[in-house]
């Protein structure tokens, strides 16, 4: 079993940075693909980004592209997302989720667990 906390979420204004941060437990982080997905309230979850193993591989849905980033650090058993520009529409709830599968995927239903959630609110 693998538990997954995030952290960083919070309030900031629209142009702002917040970077959120996932630590993981219970299972060698390195054979995990790690990844981002938010969900407002009545809305089907949205792919934000996806990391493979070794860091290699990065995937971001279109909209977040140029603005976010994510990493991680093995050695921390962390994931993080890095986000800049933020936008009216980034406000909401991010998940941390983590796949025990070989390649990143952009659908939620390929991934094994999931974090409690971060709220991120940007104000214009």
């Known amino acids: 079993q693998v538990r997954l906390v995030e952290s960083g979420g919070g309030l900031v204004q629209a142009g702002g940075s917040l970077r959120l941060s996932c630590a993981a437990s219970?299972?060698?982080?390195?054979?995990?693909?790690m990844g981002w997905f938010r969900q407002a309230p009545g809305k089907e979850r949205e792919f934000v980004a996806a990391?493979?193993?070794?860091?290699?591989?990065?995937y971001y849905t279109d909209s977040v592209k140029g603005r976010f980033t994510i990493s991680r650090n093995n050695a921390k058993s962390t994931v993080y997302l890095q986000m800049n520009n933020l936008k009216d529409e980034d406000t909401t709830v991010y998940f941390c989720?983590?796949?025990?599968?070989?390649?990143?995927?952009?659908?939620?239903?390929?991934?094994?667990?999931w974090g409690q959630g971060t709220q991120v609110t940007v104000s214009s």
């Open positions: 989720a983590a796949s025990e599968r070989m390649t990143p995927s952009r659908a939620g239903s390929e991934y094994d667990y």
């Open positions: 990391i493979s193993h070794n860091s290699a591989y990065k």
């Open positions: 219970g299972r060698t982080f390195s054979s995990l693909i």
